[in-house]
Nanobody, 120 residues
Framework: QVQLVESGGGLVQPGGSLRLSCAAS????????MCWYRQAPGKERQLVAR???????YYADSVTGRFTISRDNAKNTVYLQMNSLKPEDTAVYYC??????????????WGQGTQVTVSS
């Protein structure tokens, strides 16, 4: 009933930048929270950043000052601007959107994941 499509991953050198996007479509009444997670090989998935409908944001300590999360409510899209990338940022990045559907039920929906590789 709701689909998320991510884009923007790739290979970048240390110190470089990437911008991830995640667009939601389907039976959406409103989107309460939009989040980015990442999962490196052999590690658990961790929350990287979150933005709620009012615009308040949260960042993991490891990305504070380097990553910026933003949202376009009209487009049901969340972005993650990643600057000063480090090799330890290498992971599959997933977006999650907490959606209130047109049936007035709230669900978590996940994107398919996009690979970010930081390497020289």
């Amino acid at each position: 009933q709701v689909q998320l499509v991510e884009s923007g991953g790739g290979l970048v050198q240390p110190g470089g930048s990437l911008r991830l996007s995640c667009a939601a479509s389907g039976r959406i009444f409103s989107i309460n929270a939009m989040c980015w997670y990442r999962q490196a090989p052999g590690k658990e998935r961790q929350l990287v950043a979150r933005i709620i409908k009012a615009g308040n944001t949260y960042y993991a300590d490891s990305v504070t000052g380097r990553f910026t999360i933003s949202r376009d409510n009209a487009k049901n899209t969340v972005y993650l601007q990643m600057n000063s990338l480090k090799p330890e940022d290498t992971a599959v990045y997933y977006c999650k959107q907490v959606v209130l559907t047109t049936g007035y039920y709230e669900y978590d929906f996940w994107g398919q994941g996009t690979q970010v590789t930081v390497s020289s």
